[in-house]
């Protein structure tokens, strides 16, 4: 079965930042690579 290829969007000019920055990583830490290419 063929990977399907997704984007993770994060970061950003605001008091959020570092809260993005985290909440991408863990969002890459936790997805099925088995399933999803990650770009």
Do not use: P, T
Not at 25 to 34: F, L, P, R, Y
Request: no cysteine; aromatic share 6%; charged share 30%.
């Amino acid at each position: 079965m063929e990977k399907l290829r997704v984007g993770i969007v994060f970061g950003g000019k605001s008091a959020e930042h570092e809260v993005s920055l985290q909440s991408a990583k863990n969002i890459v830490d936790a997805i099925d690579k088995s399933r999803f290419d990650v770009v």
